[in-house]
């Protein structure tokens, strides 16, 4: 691990984004010394610093760069580069000084082995947990998980991948990890960010995708859990795993219902075309 570019495993106890949450982060997969989407996950990170006030600028970007060289000399050229930028130390209390100096961790770790789920999909639980709706946080990849983490410890069960949760108004917004699709009759659907949840590079992606080669309309608006559950096919995804089909999803009580749903052709083809784009 970097902490402004000095290798070190400790960060200082007034650090803003320790204390507050007060920062940002991107997980980024690396492929062959390579880096995959590094301009969108650096323009996202960007765009939450602004949203922030927290500085971002060229060379921060080259100061992420560096440490990346550093990190992969290390390790075997795959992997997971995790880029956080916290606003820095500062003083007691949630009021940010000006001259506050960023604080830049760069950390390289092993890819997780998602090859079996890929292929077979996963099992998904509906959360209890309700996301907040905050459109001033909505889209970012800010340090505060806290939802996250509650919804992500409602199961055990290690045959359950990932849970979907709602926000306060009962719209469906994607997963504990994940950005959330669905396929219903030849249309491809996934839930409006504006008021919360993460606006995913791999989620843009594949809009992309469906749009300029698929030709299959994406319609972003919010949606209830009776329009998931009514649909064809499911599909979460992240910069990590990139495509999982979802061939099952449980209640909240799962131990005692669930729906059982097939591995699409439209999720079979993005899965291939995401692997094209990089």
């Known amino acids: 691990m970097l902490v402004n570019g000095i290798a070190n495993q400790q960060l200082q106890s007034n650090d803003r984004g320790l204390s507050y949450g007060d920062g940002l982060f ?12 590094w301009q969108a996950h650096l323009k996202r990170m960007r765009l939450g610093a602004q949203r922030l006030g927290i500085t971002f600028d060229d060379l921060t970007v080259q100061a992420f760069k560096d440490d990346f060289k550093v990190l992969n000399s290390d390790c075997m050229g795959s992997g997971v580069l995790k880029l956080t930028l916290t606003r820095g130390v500062g003083k007691r209390g949630y009021k940010a000084e000006p001259d506050t100096k960023a604080t830049r961790i760069s950390m390289f770790s092993a890819m ?15 959360c209890n947990t309700q996301l907040a709706r905050q459109p001033q946080l909505a889209g970012l990849k800010h340090l505060n998980r806290l939802e996250q983490v509650l919804a992500r410890n409602e199961w055990d069960d290690p045959k359950i991948t990932e849970g979907i949760v709602c926000d306060t108004d009962n719209n469906v917004i994607e ?94 083809k993005l899965q291939a075309l995401v692997q094209q784009f990089y």
């Open 175 to 268: 997963g504990c990890m994940s950005n959330l699709f669905w396929v219903k009759k030849g249309t491809v659907y996934t839930p409006d960010l504006s008021f919360s949840g993460v606006d995913g590079v791999i989620r843009n992606t594949v809009i992309k995708i469906c749009t300029e080669q698929l030709a299959s309309p994406v319609k972003i608006a919010n949606f209830k859990l009776p329009d998931l559950l009514a649909s064809d096919e499911v599909f979460v995804c992240n910069s990590l795993f990139n495509i999982l089909p979802v061939i099952e999803i449980k209640s909240a009580e799962h131990s005692t219902k669930s729906q059982e749903l097939s591995i699409g052709l439209t999720t079979k």
């Open 26 to 37: 991107e997980t980024i997969q690396v492929q062959n010394n390579e880096p995959l989407l």
């Open 112 to 126: 997780p082995d998602m090859s079996k789920q890929q292929a077979d999909g996963i099992s998904v639980v509906l």
